[in-house]
């Protein structure tokens, strides 16, 4: 095994000089390391978040709390889709819909959630919503984390679902 090792450097050796093959080698070593480093960057998606923008740690007597959602409103929604701002619209009107299921105690007030997660144990609770609000955060989830843009019809059809879900109510 050694002996085709060396044949075989021998034969390397003979047609290219020492030097220069040195340089070749830290060459292909250097590209190797630079593709290494930029390949997660190139596939982490445009919103995500660096590894070093991590969460400030929470004390214990703060864990323990319960937090309070804020009240969102639908009047954010309508100006953010009024400046074309349809994906953000899309958002708070989940968002909405999400704190008026809390209001109504099929889902707790518990953050962390996804947004199917919510929709599984609303629709467990009441049936009527399940449907719209399947749609609502499959719509939700194909433009903030397929990472598509939003139009105008996307933030009509949003509409559409939430207010079905808020009649169900």
Known sequence: MTRSWDEAAAAVFDVIPGGLLLLLLLALATLAGVLWYSWP?????ARAKPAEEK???EKPEEAAKPEKMEKPDLSLADRLAAEGRFAEAIRQRLRVTVGELVAARLVPAQPGWTAAELAAMAGGQRPAVAGPLTGATELFSQI?????????????RMRTLTD??????
């Open 41 to 45: 960057i190139r596939r982490r998606p």
């Open 55 to 57: 969460a400030p740690e």
């Open 144 to 156: 903030w984390y397929g990472d598509r843009p939003a139009g105008r019809h996307h933030d009509e």
């Open 164 to 169: 079905q879900v808020r009649a169900a109510l």
